[in-house]
């Protein structure tokens, strides 16, 4: 993070970067534009504000593309309210912080004060990087870039918007107490092909906990998962109480249709 550099220590930094991020760049340029805040540019077409724009919508086609082919048994709106947590600037700052892209930032003079970069800028860099890579290697490069990183994140937001992830929980807690990790039977099905519910039920070196009803497949591993925290703690489990007629009550009447 600095005002000025000279061209050895420019040099250093991107190829640090570089390897931060798992991505060799053939425009070097675009990579020192994507780090430029309008703080430390000479002028605000020469930041990476317009990157920032173009990272934006990329980063939302992306994702919208993902979620859509990753849960189909969700609807819009729950399409909707998952991208807008894994696209929201606070999962843009986190992704940026978690890669450490602050040490690679071109600030000004006023900024470099701060003991924090605001998380308004380090959202900023991150989608400025996705455009180029985007403008560098193309559509499949910043693909990839985005759904190694935002993969983890989509399923956080899945989980729940508190990023309870209890398949994570549970295979932590099977592999350090049990030295083994959690298996998902599926147990039963219900519903028309086009909006089922599903019952699952997960398994710990042999032990079957409680199963747990969902809308997905996704969904019901979760359940069956927290399900199986409580019952290695001897707690009451928290998904028992809804049957599969109640989860299709949930789904609108013209998804229903006949069986």
């Known amino acids: 993070m600095s005002?000025?550099?000279?061209?050895p220590e420019v040099q250093s930094y991107l190829d640090l970067c570089q390897a931060r991020i798992g991505y060799t760049f053939n425009d070097r340029q675009l990579l020192e534009s994507a780090l430029t805040h309008a703080s430390g540019a000479e002028n605000r077409l020469a930041s990476n504000e317009r990157m920032e724009f173009l990272g934006d919508a990329i980063l939302g086609a992306v994702v919208c593309e993902q979620l859509y082919r990753e849960f189909p048994?969700?609807?819009?709106?729950e399409l909707t309210r998952l991208k807008s947590i894994v696209v929201s600037r606070v999962t843009c700052a986190k992704v940026s912080a978690a890669l450490g892209l602050e040490e690679f930032l071109v600030l000004g003079k006023g900024m470099t004060t701060h003991p924090e970069v605001p998380s308004s800028v380090l959202a900023a860099v991150f989608e400025s990087l996705v455009a180029a890579i985007f403008l560098d290697g193309g559509e499949r490069a910043a693909k990839t870039f985005i759904l190694r990183?935002?993969?983890?994140?989509?399923d956080l937001a899945e989980a729940g918007e508190m990023g309870r992830n209890y398949?994570?929980?549970l295979q932590q807690l099977a592999q350090r107490e049990h030295g083994v990790t959690p298996n998902y039977r599926l147990?039963?099905?219900?519903g028309p092909d086009h909006s089922k519910c599903f019952q699952v039920a997960a398994e710990v070196g042999g032990r079957r906990f409680a199963p747990a009803?969902?809308?997905?497949?996704?969904?019901?591993?979760?359940?069956?998962?927290a399900n199986a925290i409580s019952g290695l703690r001897g707690e009451e489990v928290p998904f028992d109480e809804q049957s599969p007629e109640e989860i299709l009550e949930q789904l609108p009447e013209e998804l229903l249709g006949e069986e």
Do not use: V
Request: proline letters at 3%; aromatic letters at 2%.
């Open 149 to 154: 990183l935002m993969g983890p994140e989509i």
């Open 167 to 169: 398949k994570s929980q």
């Open 3 to 7: 005002s000025t550099n000279s061209m």
């Open 73 to 77: 048994e969700h609807l819009e709106g």
């Open 213 to 225: 009803w969902g809308k997905s497949k996704k969904e019901s591993e979760q359940k069956a998962a």
């Open 187 to 190: 147990l039963d099905e219900k």
